[in-house]
């Protein structure tokens, strides 16, 4: 496969991760995953338009959401009034996903942790026939937290 075939499936494979994981729109998580692919430093509007192939409106409307949530930025070049689309800091998106998993996980142990409570007041046989299960489940909230705040702080050191 050559180099600009094998580019093309890992942006289509990029943009159906991204479409899931972020819930983006197709178009944003493809331009999204040009630029993370690109060996160019920054891709200006009309790049992103050659590339992806739809409406100058339609690459605005992604380009802005994708602004407004932080996974990308711009710069200029000096003499040039274009605007260069680059990922965000990958280090500062990294926290920022791991961030959300971690509030993601405390939410969920927060939540199993009154259904049980509930249960163990209302319920007593569903909260002793669940008890084993409920437990071995939030150990794993518990080391997960616990991985994504040593993540957190190691790549915090790094910027």
Do not use: W
């Not at 969920?108 to 071995?136: H, L, T």
């Amino acid at each position: 496969m050559e180099k600009e075939e094998r580019k093309q499936k890992l942006i289509e494979e990029l943009g159906v991760h991204f479409e899931a994981e972020y819930s983006l729109p197709p178009l944003a998580a493809r331009i999204f995953g040009n630029l993370v692919v690109t060996e160019e430093i920054g891709l200006t509007f009309d790049d992103c338009q050659m590339k992806r192939g739809a409406s100058k409106s339609s690459i605005s409307t992604s380009l802005n959401l994708l602004l407004q949530l932080g996974m990308i930025t711009y710069f200029t070049k000096s003499g040039d009034r274009r605007r260069y689309f680059q990922i965000s800091d990958k280090s500062t998106f990294f926290i920022k996903k791991l961030e959300q998993a971690l509030k993601k996980a405390a939410n969920e142990s927060k939540m199993i942790q009154k259904v049980a409570e509930y249960d163990k007041e209302y319920n007593i046989e569903k909260y002793i026939s669940n008890k084993a299960k409920i437990e071995a489940y939030m150990h794993c909230l518990d080391q997960n937290e616990s991985t994504y705040k040593e993540t957190i702080e190691a790549l915090k050191k790094l910027i």
